[in-house]
């Protein structure tokens, strides 16, 4: 799958810096890392109201990649964050 593309396709249309929008993907064998890079100001908008969106995306990702049998994690890049444990 397409992570790049995907969320792209999803986000761009809500961000209101979407230009500012990438997507990095890394991992070998059968885990994947997805980290979502965007302007500070679109972040609540990717994270959503009490974390509705981007556990929704992390659910999407999860399923996506599970056809593919691949193990993926999705995280928003936040300067100064350490990024969360996996779930």
């Not at 064998?29 to 995306?57: C, T, Y």
């Amino acid at each position: 799958m397409n992570f790049e593309a995907f969320l792209r396709d999803v986000l761009g249309p809500v961000l209101d810096h979407p230009d500012d929008l990438q997507v990095d993907v890394s991992g070998e064998g059968r885990k994947r890392e997805v980290l979502i890079h965007a302007h500070p100001e679109d972040h609540g908008r990717i994270i959503g109201r009490s974390g509705r969106m981007i556990s929704s995306l992390r659910t999407l990702c999860r399923a996506a990649g599970d056809k593919e049998d691949l193990l993926v994690n999705l995280e928003l890049f936040e300067e100064g964050r350490r990024p969360r444990a996996e779930a």
